[in-house]
Each structure stands twice: as C-alpha cells, then as structure tokens.
C-alpha cells in the first residue's frame, strides 16, 4: 500500500483545513487508516482513525468533536476535516494503514505498515 499525504499548510486560530491522503495498491479495504501527527520535540500520537469495514472511528480526546475522518467518494481517499484549529494542534500529519483486526483500529505507530510522507500544519495564534 502507498500512501500520499497532502494538504497542509500555514492557517489562524479557529481556522480549518482539510487534509488527504491518497492510497494505492492492493486491497485498501483490508486496512485500517489513521492520521497521526508529530510536533516538534514530542512523540507521533494518533489523531484518528477509521478501520477495516470503514464504520468504526477513533478520535484523541484533543480533537474529537473538532476533527473528523472519512473516506471520500474515490474510495482510496481519506480525508481528515479539521476545524476550530489551534495552536497546539501545529505538527507534521501522517496517514498511515495497518492491516488490522475488523472494526478495530490501533492506537500505536508501530502497529502501522505504511506511512505516507508528512504535511505540515502551523496554527498561529
């Protein structure tokens, strides 16, 4: 699976942004899809995530209700809305796919086979 992300970029306070992340090859279905993101100086934490079967979702306690994911109408794509952006959700955001258990989606980055390339997102106050 490949993975390519994009959509970052340099926004304000309370703005938002929608990131994408474009996968290719076999059998994407079979994949969870999760969105990380790593700021300077800290560890890559999950964001969120949507698992095999595509009706279970995972979302940190610091975006749910501000960050939604979802497979967009080309299949492969997925899309990650953020809205009401604040400073400290500035990092680089990665997709990643883990061929995971149905209905499940896993919270660590070492449980991910593949990771796409960052996209950096600067929130300023």
């Known amino acids: 699976v490949q993975l390519q992300a994009s959509g970052g970029g340099s926004v304000q306070a309370g703005d938002s942004l929608r990131l994408s992340c474009a996968a290719s090859?076999?059998?994407?279905?079979?994949?969870?899809i999760a969105w990380f993101r790593q700021a300077l100086g800290k560890e890559r934490e999950i964001v969120a995530g949507i698992a095999r079967g595509r009706s279970t979702f995972y979302y940190a306690d610091s975006v749910k209700g501000r960050f939604t994911i979802s497979r967009g109408d080309l299949k492969n794509t997925y899309y990650l809305q953020m809205n009401g952006l604040k400073p400290e959700d500035t990092a680089v955001y990665y997709c990643?796919?883990?061929?995971?258990?149905?209905?499940?989606?896993?919270?660590?980055?070492?449980?991910?086979?593949?990771w796409g390339q960052g996209t950096l997102v600067t929130v300023s106050s």
């Open positions: 990643a796919a883990d061929r995971a258990v149905f209905g499940y989606v896993p919270r660590t980055e070492d449980l991910y086979d593949y």
């Open positions: 090859g076999r059998a994407v279905e079979d994949y969870a």
